[in-house]
């Protein structure tokens, strides 16, 4: 069955600091990851997808199949970062679902 | 472009009512997909659907029921409201890439039953 884990439910980090919100999937198929971010009292929205191998807010992801991670990284977190992360599983099929971790809320201290 | 509109934003329901949550999106996407966000559980999806006029059960359907009868509307009924589905709802649509599917998601919609 496929699962994806987010070990911190929270994690808490000073401006400036390097940050890494882990990520572990579970899929007997070719993984699709993604990153979606969820800033306070906004809609979830696309941060980033391994695919596309791009940076987005200065955040980088990179796929290791061997450890079946895809750990979320950016080297200076900034206070607008805080936020709710969910790495995201696509479920190939013909029905593309994603299947959710349960979430790392992150908060950037000043 | 709207992308992906709920209605309504918020709603609070006594135990046994009725309601249906609308989803409307002007992207011509072809999938759509509701989730309820609980804390602690992340998303879990209820219903989804991969076209007009079809629709099939997700990870939570139990309690919940789906219609997709126009390509752009996905709507979800609570037929009788339980405490248990005190939740905020997402609803989503998305298509499939050479870059695999991202999902574009609502506003949400805040619901309490007592």
């Known amino acids: 069955a496929q699962r994806v884990t987010q070990p911190e439910k929270l994690l808490s980090v000073f401006k400036g600091a390097p940050v890494e919100l882990k990520c572990n999937y579970s899929?007997?198929?070719?993984?699709?990851l993604f990153w979606y971010v969820q800033y306070s009292r906004q809609r979830l929205q696309l941060l980033l997808r391994?695919?596309s191998r791009e940076s987005i807010k200065g955040f980088t992801a990179d796929l290791n199949k061997g450890e079946t991670s895809f750990h979320l990284k950016k080297p200076f977190a900034q206070e607008e970062d805080s936020a709710m992360y969910y790495c995201a599983l696509s479920v190939q099929g013909g029905s593309e679902k994603l299947v959710f971790g349960k979430g790392t809320k992150l908060t950037v201290n000043p | 472009n709207a992308g992906v509109t709920q209605t309504p934003k918020f709603r609070v329901l006594k135990t046994g009512q009725s309601m249906t949550l609308l989803c409307a999106q002007d992207m011509n996407h072809e999938y759509m997909y509701w989730y309820r966000q609980d804390p602690g559980m992340g998303l879990r999806l209820i219903h989804y659907?991969?076209?007009?006029?079809?629709?099939a059960k997700g990870e939570v359907p139990d309690g919940y029921n789906v219609s997709r009868l126009k390509k752009q509307n996905f709507l979800l009924g609570l037929e009788s409201a339980a405490p248990s589905q005190t939740s905020v709802y997402f609803c989503a649509s998305g298509l499939t890439s050479g870059g695999g599917n991202e999902q574009f998601f609502g506003p949400g919609t805040r619901l309490t039953v007592l």
């Open positions: 659907s991969v076209g007009e006029g079809t629709t």
């Open positions: 391994h695919i």
């Open positions: 899929y007997s198929g070719s993984p699709e």
